[in-house]
C-alpha cells in the first residue's frame, strides 16, 4: 500500500462530511471504525498489519512518540480517511447505520427474550431498531434469527410448525409494519391468530422484502388492506364482563354445548367492551372511512398444520356505510359474533376429535377493506375462490394432480368455500385449464353458477342475486371474460370486445378469462411457490379485481392419505354388488362397514315443511354418536351440509364425523344432484376426518343402485333411538351382518378409471 499523502482537498471535506456524520453517534464511534476497517479490508484497500505498520510511519513523520493514545489516535484519522477515500456517501451511510442497527439490535434481543416483556416494551425496541433506515447491510442472520423467532412468538403465532417456515420469510421490519396495524388491549397481550398469519407468510413468500422478488408476483400478487385485531382484546372482554365459565365450556357434553350455545348470543349482546376499547374502535372506523369490510375470524389454532378449522368460525361482512355511531355499534356486534364463535358446538367438537381441546384458544379478528368495486348498489369483486396446489379431483387421466385446481366463482367468494343451492362454481384443472368435467353445452349450463354474493350498499347486507341482474351492472369487461352464450346448441364465449348478446342465453363459464388473462399462469406460479416453501400442499382463498390477485388466506392443505393404486375386484358376484359409482372418485378400501345408516332422497323430497327436514338432520347427529366406534357408512340425498335444505340434509362437521363414507345419491326424479365439493369447507372436514365421499347416480345407464337392500331390510333405528321411531319411513338403519347372512359391507373405489364398488362379502382381516 502506497504512503497516505494528504492531496487534494476533495478527500479532507470528504472525510470531514463523514466525521460529521459519524459525530450524531459519539457512543458508537468505536463500532463504527471496526466496521470501517473490516470494510476496507474485505475490498483490498489494506490488511489491519498494514494499517499498523501505516500509523508508525505517520508517527514518525511528524516526529511523535509511539505511544498508545498517539498510536489511537493516528489509527482511527487513518482508517476515517481511508473509508471516506474508497467508498461512496451512500455506502458511508449503509456502514454507520449498520453500527447503529446493531446497538439497537442488542436492545430489542434483551427487551424480547426477557422474562415478563410486554408488548409495549418490546413496539418501542422495535421501533428504535426500525427508524434506521434498512440499506444493503444487515444484522447477521444467525443472529436475526432467533430475534424474528422471539417476535413471531409474541405478536403472530406460538405454532412450531409455522414459525419453522416463518422464520425464513418474514423479517423484523415486516413484523414493524404489522404492529403498525394491529390493535390490542393495554391490560392483555395477544397474537394475531391463525388465518391472518398464514395470509401474511404467503405474502412474504411470494413478495419477499430482503430475497430477489419475480416482477410478475411484485406486479400482480396483493394482500387487501388488513387491521389485526389480536386475542388481547378477546381475552380483555372475558375479564371485563366476567365471563370466566366459558373457558370450561369445552369440557362439557355436546348436548350442553349445544344447548347452551343457543343463549350465548343474548349473554354476548349484554356484554360491553371497555371503555377504552370503544373509543379505539371509534378511532379505527374514523380512519378506514366508508369502505365495506370483512370481520374474518383468526383463532390461534386456526389454519395450522393439519387443523384448518375450515368452517368452524364465524366471519362477517359490514357494509359500513352512514354514520360513524351506527358504522360503530355494527363494528362492534361483528366482533363479538366473531369472538362468540369460538365456543360453538362444531370448532369445540372438532378440537376434541383432534386431541386439542386442552390447548387455551383465544380469538383474534382479521378486520380487512373488501376486495371489489362499486357497481350501482353493489359491491363485489370481479371474481373470487379457491386453489390448491395438489388436484385430488382429476376427471381425466390427462390432469396432472401438482399442478393445482381451481374452484372460482364470479363476485364475492363465498359461494366458492360453502355448498350452495342449485349453483356450481367452475373448477379449472390448471395443467389443462380448457377441460371441463362436463361434457355438453346442456351439461356445462346445468352445473354453472346462477346466483352471485354481492355486498347490497342501499339494503346494508350480504345478498345472493342472479348473475345477469349483476352482469347489468358491471362494465362490458366483465361480461366478455365471464360469460358464454349457447347459439343453437353450441356455447361459446364472445370472440370480441364491446360485442352485445342477450343475457337470457348466456351462461357463467369464464372461458375467456381462462384463455385470456393472466389468472391461470400467475395462479399456477402462485401455488407451486407456496407448496415449495410450505413444503406441503398449500389452500389458497383469493379474489380477483382489476388485473390483481388478492390473498386472502393460505393454509396447508388436508391431503387425503390414498393408497397409490386401487385395483376392483373382479370375482365379486352379481347379487352381492350394491351399487357402482363413476364419478369423483378417490383411491380408498373401505371394508367392514358394520352399519349403514341411509336416508331416502324419496322420502326425504317428500317431507312439507322446513322443521320436518331439519328433524332429519337431528337423527342422523344422534345416529353419528350412537354408532361412534361402530364401522358405518352414510347415504342419502343429494348434497349433505347444503346450505338449501331442500337440496340435502342440514349437517355440519359434528354431525358426521364418525362415518367412513358419505354417500350422495341422486335419482333423476327428484332432481337433486350432487355436486363436486372439492374446495369447500365441507370437503375438507370430510378430508380431516377420513371420510371419503361417494356420489351416485342411479339413473345413470350401467349403474348399479340396489336400493331394495337399504329400504326393504330390517330397521334398526328404534334399536338405537326408540324416540326417533316417527322418522322410520325416512331414516333406515341396517345391520349389514343381519341382512348379508353375516357379510358385511366392502367399498373399493378407483381414481385412475373413476370407478367404484361396493358390495357385501366375508370379514376381512385387511386393516381399515
Known sequence: MKDVAFGPITRLLRTYHLFQKMMRYPKLLGRMRE????????????????????????????????????????????????????FSEKEADDHINLARKQDRFRNLNRVVNAEGAT????????????????????????????????????????????????????????????????????????????????????????????????????????????????????SDFIDYNGLHTFHSQKYKSRETIEEEYKHIAELFQ????????????????????????????????????????????????????????????????????????TYGPAPILYRRDHNLLDFDEKMSVLVQKVVGQRHGDYFLPFAAGVAFSRNTYRWTPKIRSEDGVVRLVLGLGTRAVDRVAQDYPRLIALSHPGLRPEGSAQEIMKYSQRMVDVLNLKKGCLESIPYREVMRVLPQDASFLALSYNRDGHLA????????????????????????????????????????????????????????????????????????????????????????NSR??????????????????RAYGRIPDYDGKLAVGRVVSRLNRSLEGRRYALFGPGRWGSNDIN??????????????????????????????????????????????????????????????????TENRLAELLPDAAPFQDVVHVVHVPSAAQGGYLHVY????????????GPHKDAKP
Open 35 to 86: 466496521i470501517f476497517l473490516q470494510a476496507l479490508v474485505n475490498r483490498g484497500v489494506l490488511t489491519e498489519e498494514e494499517l499498523e505498520r501505516q500509523v508508525l510511519r505517520v508517527l514518525e513523520g511528524e516526529g511523535l512518540p509511539p505511544t498508545e493514545a498517539n498510536k489511537k489516535r493516528t489509527r482511527q484519522a487513518l482508517i476515517d480517511l481511508l473509508f471516506a477515500t474508497h
Open 119 to 234: 408488548s409495549k416494551q418490546i413496539k418501542k425496541a422495535l421501533k428504535e431498531f426500525c427508524a434506521i433506515p434498512q440499506g444493503d447491510l444487515y444484522i447477521d442472520p444467525s443472529e436475526a434469527e432467533g430475534v424474528r423467532v422471539a417476535l413471531i412468538n409474541h405478536f403472530i403465532s406460538n405454532q412450531l410448525p409455522f414459525i419453522g417456515i416463518a422464520k425464513k420469510y418474514i423479517t423484523i421490519r415486516d413484523i414493524d409494519e404489522l404492529v403498525d396495524h394491529t390493535y390490542w388491549s393495554p391490560r392483555r397481550s395477544g397474537r394475531i391468530g391463525g388465518k391472518a398469519a398464514g395470509m401474511l407468510l404467503a405474502y412474504k413468500i411470494l413478495v419477499p422484502r430482503l430475497a430477489e422478488r419475480d416482477p410478475e408476483l411484485e406486479a400482480h400478487v396483493r394482500v387487501p388492506e388488513s387491521y389485526y385485531f389480536n386475542s388481547g382484546i378477546f
Open 270 to 341: 349484554r356484554a360491553v367492551f371497555p371503555p377504552d376499547m370503544v373509543a379505539m374502535f371509534r378511532k379505527f372506523l374514523e380512519m378506514v372511512g366508508e369502505h365495506p369490510l370483512i370481520l374474518r375470524s383468526s383463532s390461534l389454532l386456526e389454519d395450522n398444520f393439519g387443523h384448518a378449522f375450515s368452517g368452524k368460525y364465524d366471519s362477517v361482512f359490514l357494509v359500513n356505510q352512514g354514520d360513524l355511531e351506527r358504522r360503530l355499534d355494527e363494528f362492534i356486534w361483528g366482533l363479538k359474533r366473531v369472538h362468540m364463535s
Open 493 to 580: 364465449p364472445p370472440m370480441f370486445k364491446g360485442r352485445s348478446e342477450p343475457l337470457e342465453r348466456s351462461c357463467v363459464t369464464f372461458d375467456n378469462f381462462i384463455r385470456r388473462s393472466r389468472f391461470v399462469p400467475l395462479i399456477r406460479k402462485v401455488l407451486r411457490r407456496l407448496d415449495e416453501a410450505y413444503g406441503w400442499p398449500v389452500d389458497v382463498e383469493f379474489a380477483w379485481d382489476q388485473d390483481k390477485l388478492y390473498l386472502l388466506q393460505c393454509r396447508t392443505l388436508s391431503v387425503r392419505e390414498e393408497i397409490p393404486q386401487v385395483t376392483l375386484p373382479s370375482d365379486v358376484p352379481n347379487e352381492a354388488i350394491l351399487f357402482t
Open 584 to 601: 369423483v372418485v378417490f383411491n380408498a378400501v373401505i371394508p367392514n362397514v358394520e352399519y349403514v345408516v341411509y336416508v331416502d332422497p
Open 647 to 712: 337440496l340435502g340434509v342440514r349437517v355440519g362437521y359434528e354431525d358426521i364425523n364418525r362415518t367412513l363414507i358419505l354417500g350422495e345419491i341422486a335419482f333423476e326424479s327428484q332432481g337433486v344432484t350432487p355436486e363436486v365439493s372439492f374446495g369447500t369447507h365441507f370437503f375438507n372436514d370430510l378430508v380431516e376426518a377420513r371420510i371419503v365421499p361417494v356420489a351416485i347416480y342411479p339413473d345413470e345407464p350401467g349403474s348399479v343402485f340396489r336400493e331394495d337392500f337399504f329400504l326393504k
Open 749 to 760: 373405489q378407483d381414481a385412475e378409471s373413476q370407478k367404484g364398488l361396493g358390495f357385501v
